[in-house]
C-alpha cells in the first residue's frame, strides 16, 4: 500500500492579526529596537509552526519565514548585495537588509516586482560583478530552531538556483551558465550541512519550471540537481513546482531529486501524468488544495482527483500538499465573526486548508470511511454555501449573455476624440497629475477605524472625508497641479473599497495577505452575480471637483484588477466575471460623466500580473482583458477622458493589449525599474498620451528637481512632448503629507523649467 504522508509548502507571515507587520513598522520608526523586532516575529515565527504540528501537518516548512521577502533573503544569504550599500562581506545586518527593501538617503531601494502571476512583490536580486558567498545557511538556522524549541523535524524550504538566476537582473543571457555555476558550490554546502545536521526532507522551489524556459537551461539544471544528489545523497529533495504545470515535463520528472512537487490547481498536471506516467521511483508530492483561493474545497472531488492521481502515478509514496505556499491566502477563518454564515460556509483559509489536507491523507490512507462525518460536514457546508440566495442574479446573467464587440468600442478614434478633449480641457503642455491616493495619515486611518467600530456617526465620517478633500484640493491648487484628485480618503484599498459597495462581493475582517513589505492587502470575496445598485465614488469626486475650476479626476479599479485582487468563486468562467465588474463599472462611469467629470481614470495595476504562466495562455487572458477594459470605459462621450494607471510592470510582450486599451491616457511607473519601460515605447511609436512616472513614491525619499527634470528628459527623447503627462509613479497614500508636498513640489518645478526649455 502507498503510504501517505500531508505537506505545508510555506505558511502566512503575518499573523492571525498582522501582528508581524505591526512590529516591522515600529522597527522601522524607530519605536522598537532591533533586538524587540526579533523577539516579536521569533514568537510570531514559533507560533506559526507549533499551529501546524497542532493541525497535524506531516512535513512542516521551515525558513519560508521573513523579515521582508524570501527573495531577498536568499541575495543577503547569498551576499548578492548592489555596490552602493557599501557592503563589506559577512552576515548581512537588518538595517541593510531594509534599505536594500526601502531605500536610504545615499542609496536608492532595489526594485520590486511581482511574483509570477500573484499579487506578492519580491526585491529584485542585482547580481553586477559580486562573487556570490555564503554568508549565513539560513535554512539551517530555521530547521535547528524548530527542532530545538518545538521538537518539529522541519522540512527546510529554500528557493532554487535555476529560479534564483532567472529572478534576477545585471547580467546577460549568455552569462546564465556562468552565473549560475558560482551558486552551486554554495547550494552544496549549505544542503551538506542540513544533512549533517539530520534535516531529511528539503523542498526546493523552482517555479520558473511552470513557464517557458529554453531545453537548455532544463539540461544545465539536470546537472544541478545531479550535482546536489552526488554532494548530500542522504536528503530528500523535493524539487517542488507550482502556479502551473511543469513546461519540459518529460524532462524534469527525470531530475535526480527524490520527490516532485507538481501543482493539480492550475495548469494541466493530470493530463501529463496520464499521458507520459511518473517515475515509479519518486515520490509524487500532490498540490491539491489550491494555495492561491480562499474556497472550502469539495472532499469528495479531492479523493476522486487523488484517486485518479494515485493510479497514475505508481510510485510508493504519495505526498498531499497545497499547490503552493499559503503565503498568498489569509490565516484563518476563525477570527471571522461577521460574515454571513452561508458565505462562510464556503470557506478555508491556510489554516483550514491544512486541515483539509490532514483530512484527505487520513482518507487516502485509511479508505474514505476514515473520515465520514467529516465528508458529510463538508458536503452539508458547501451545499449550504451554493445555495445561498445571494448568489444567483438572472439579470446579471442575461446581460453578460447579450454582450458583444460593438458593445466595447469607442465611437471615434483617438486621434479624433482627443481634440475635442483638448478644447474641452485647455491643459499645459506637459500637463501635472498625481495617481489618485493622496497621504493616508494615521488620523485618516484612526478615524475610519472609529467609524468602523461604531465609535463616530457615518455623518461624522464623512464630514471627516469631505475636510481632508478641501484640504487637499487647496493645497493641490497652490501648488499648482492641473489635474487634481480627491485624495481617496475614503478609501482603505482600491479593491476593497468596491467590493464593499458591488453587490455579489463580500468582505472579510481579517483576511489580509502580504503584498510587499510589510503592506498586506484585504483582497474582497467574490461569492455572487457582481451587479451595482447605487454610485460608489460620485459624491466624493463631484464634491471635489465644486472646489476647484481645475478638472478633478474620477478614480476606479478596474475589472480585470478588482477581478485578479480579490478571491472570485469559481463556478464560472473568470471572463465571466470579469465582464460582470466592468458592466458595473460601466455605470459608475456614466455616472460620473453624467455628474459633470470630464476626465475618470480606472487603474489597471493587476493587469499584468495575471498573465498566464504558460505565454500559449496570453492572447486569451489579453483579450479578455481588454475587451473588459473597454466594456467598463467605452460609452463615455468622446470629450470625456479616459485614463488608466499601472504599476511595477514590463510592458515588453503586452504591449499591443496596452494600446488596445484605447484608454486617452495612461500612467505607467517607470522610476524602480530603471528605464527599461522607456525602452519598450521607443521600439514601437506608441500615439495617445502617457505620464512615466517620474519619481519614486515606494521610498520615502523626497527626490530633487534636478533628478526628476532628468527623468522627464530622458523620456521626452523617446515620446513627443506632446503626448507626455508628468506625474509620481504611483498614488501617494504611504507617503506622509510632507514627503508628498515636497516631492509634488520638485516635480511642477521641473515640469515648469522644461516647458519653458521647449
Ligand atoms: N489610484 C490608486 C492610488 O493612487 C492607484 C494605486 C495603484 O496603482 N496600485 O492609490
Ligand atoms: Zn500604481
Same mark, same amino acid.
Given at each position: ?15 492571525? +492579526? ?7 513598522? !515600529? ?14 516575529? &521569533? ?30 533573503? *536568499? ?20 538595517? *541593510?537588509?531594509?534599505? %536594500?527593501? !526601502? ?9 520590486? *516586482? ?11 536580486? #542585482? ?27 522541519? +522540512? /527546510?524550504? %529554500? ?15 549568455? &552569462?546564465? =551558465? ?75 520528472? #527525470? ?23 511518473? /517515475? ?11 494555495? !492561491? ?9 479531492? %479523493? ?106 469607442? =465611437? ?6 482627443? +481634440? ?45 472625508? +469631505? ?61 455572487? &452575480? ?66 459633470? %467629470? ?6 489597471? /495595476? ?8 504558460? #505565454? ?56 524602480? =525599474? ?28 523626497? /527626490? ?24 509620481? &509613479? ?29
Amino acid at each position: 500500500m502507498t503510504n501517505i504522508i500531508s505537506s505545508n509548502l510555506g505558511y502566512p507571515r503575518i499573523g492571525e +492579526k498582522r501582528e508581524w507587520k505591526r512590529s516591522l513598522e !515600529r522597527y522601522w520608526n524607530k519605536q522598537i529596537s532591533e533586538k524587540e523586532l526579533l523577539e516579536q516575529t &521569533d514568537a510570531i515565527r514559533l507560533a506559526n509552526l507549533k499551529k501546524q504540528k497542532e493541525l497535524g501537518v506531516d512535513l512542516i516548512p521551515v525558513g519560508d519565514f521573513s523579515l521582508y521577502d524570501h527573495v531577498l533573503d *536568499t541575495s543577503a544569504m547569498f551576499g548578492i548585495i548592489p555596490d552602493r550599500f557599501n557592503y563589506n562581506g559577512g552576515k548581512v545586518d537588518l538595517e *541593510t537588509y531594509f534599505a %536594500i527593501a !526601502r531605500g536610504r538617503k545615499d542609496a536608492v531601494a532595489s526594485e520590486m *516586482t511581482k511574483w509570477f502571476n500573484t499579487n506578492y512583490h519580491y526585491i529584485v536580486p #542585482e547580481l553586477e560583478n559580486q562573487k556570490p558567498t555564503l554568508t549565513e545557511n539560513r535554512p539551517l538556522a530555521f530547521y535547528k530552531e524548530a527542532k530545538e524549541k518545538l521538537g518539529i523535524n522541519g +522540512k /527546510p524550504v %529554500i528557493l532554487g538556483p535555476i529560479t534564483y538566476l532567472k529572478l534576477s537582473k545585471g547580467y546577460e543571457e549568455k &552569462d546564465f =551558465s556562468a552565473r549560475l555555476q558560482e551558486f552551486i558550490p554554495l547550494y552544496i554546502q549549505l544542503l551538506k550541512e542540513l544533512e549533517e545536521a539530520g534535516a531529511s526532507w528539503v523542498q526546493i522551489d523552482e517555479p520558473i519550471f511552470g513557464t517557458n524556459v529554453s531545453k537548455e537551461v532544463i539540461l544545465e539544471a539536470k546537472q544541478v540537481y545531479e550535482q546536489f544528489k552526488q554532494a548530500a545523497p542522504k536528503l530528500k529533495l523535493i524539487l517542488q513546482t507550482y502556479f502551473e504545470h511543469i513546461i519540459h515535463y518529460k524532462e524534469i520528472v #527525470e531530475f535526480p531529486v527524490h520527490a516532485i512537487g507538481l501543482d493539480f490547481v492550475f495548469g494541466d498536471s493530470l493530463e501529463l501524468i496520464r499521458q507520459y506516467g511518473f /517515475p515509479e521511483d519518486k515520490v509524487l508530492a500532490a498540490g491539491v488544495i489550491n494555495g !492561491r483561493n480562499v474556497w472550502r474545497a469539495n472532499l469528495e472531488d479531492k %479523493i476522486s482527483q487523488l484517486e485518479l492521481i494515485q493510479q497514475y502515478s505508481k510510485g510508493n509514496q504519495l505526498i498531499i500538499q497545497p499547490s503552493s505556499s499559503l503565503l498568498h491566502v489569509p490565516v484563518t477563518i476563525k477570527s471571522e465573526v461577521k460574515l454571513d454564515s452561508d458565505v462562510k460556509d464556503g470557506l478555508a483559509f491556510a489554516d483550514e486548508k491544512l486541515e483539509e489536507i490532514v483530512l484527505l491523507t487520513k482518507g487516502l490512507h485509511s479508505g474514505k470511511d476514515s473520515i465520514k462525518t467529516e465528508r458529510k460536514a463538508n458536503k452539508n457546508a458547501l451545499d449550504r454555501f451554493s445555495n445561498s440566495t445571494n448568489r444567483n442574479n438572472k439579470q446579471v446573467q442575461d446581460a453578460i449573455n447579450k454582450l458583444d464587440a460593438s458593445d466595447a468600442t469607442r =465611437s471615434l478614434p483617438f486621434n479624433e476624440r482627443i +481634440k475635442k478633449q483638448h478644447q474641452e480641457l485647455n491643459l499645459p503642455l506637459l500637463p501635472t497629475t498625481t495617481i489618485g491616493s493622496l497621504p493616508q495619515t494615521t488620523e485618516v486611518r484612526k478615524t475610519r477605524t472609529k467609524w468602523r467600530k461604531g465609535e463616530i456617526t457615518t455623518a461624522q465620517y464623512e464630514h471627516f472625508v +469631505k475636510d481632508n478633500i478641501e484640504k487637499w484640493i487647496h493645497i493641490q491648487e497652490e501648488l499648482g497641479l492641473d489635474v487634481l484628485v480627491h485624495g481617496e480618503f475614503e478609501r482603505t484599498d482600491m479593491v476593497e473599497y468596491f467590493g464593499e459597495k458591488l453587490n455579489g462581493f463580500g468582505v472579510t475582517e481579517y483576511g489580509w495577505v502580504q503584498s510587499y513589505g510589510s503592506r498586506c492587502v484585504k483582497p474582497p470575496l467574490i461569492f455572487g &452575480d457582481v451587479s451595482l445598485d447605487q454610485s460608489m465614488t460620485v459624491k466624493e469626486s463631484v464634491f471635489a471637483q465644486s472646489l476647484t475650476d481645475k478638472p478633478v479626476k474620477g478614480m476606479l479599479t478596474g475589472p480585470v484588477t478588482i477581478l485578479n485582487w480579490s478571491f472570485a468563486h469559481d463556478d464560472v468562467s473568470r471572463y465571466t466575471v470579469q465582464n460582470q465588474i466592468a458592466l458595473a463599472l460601466r455605470k459608475e462611469v456614466e455616472s460620473l460623466e453624467e455628474n459633470g %467629470i470630464k476626465i475618470i481614470q480606472v487603474d489597471e /495595476p493587476a493587469l499584468r500580473e495575471g498573465l498566464p504562466l504558460d #505565454e500559449n495562455k496570453w492572447k486569451d487572458y489579453l483579450d479578455a482583458a481588454v475587451y473588459a477594459f473597454q466594456l467598463a470605459t467605452s460609452s463615455v462621450k468622446d470629450v470625456t477622458q479616459i485614463h488608466t494607471h499601472m504599476c511595477y510592470s514590463e510592458f515588453k510582450n503586452i504591449y499591443d493589449a496596452i494600446d488596445g486599451l484605447d484608454a486617452d491616457v495612461i500612467s505607467i511607473e517607470t522610476s524602480r =525599474s530603471h528605464g527599461e519601460i522607456v525602452s519598450t515605447f521607443e521600439e514601437n511609436t506608441y500615439a495617445k498620451e502617457i505620464g512615466l512616472g517620474v519619481y519614486d513614491i515606494h521610498s520615502p525619499r523626497v /527626490p530633487d528637481k534636478e533628478e526628476i527634470k532628468q527623468n522627464i528628459n530622458r523620456a521626452l527623447q523617446t515620446i513627443p512632448k506632446e503626448q507626455f503627462w508628468i506625474n509620481p &509613479d504611483c498614488g501617494l497614500k504611504t507617503r506622509s503629507e510632507a514627503e508628498t508636498i515636497g516631492a509634488l513640489k520638485a516635480m511642477i518645478q521641473a515640469a515648469k523649467e522644461i516647458r519653458e526649455e521647449q
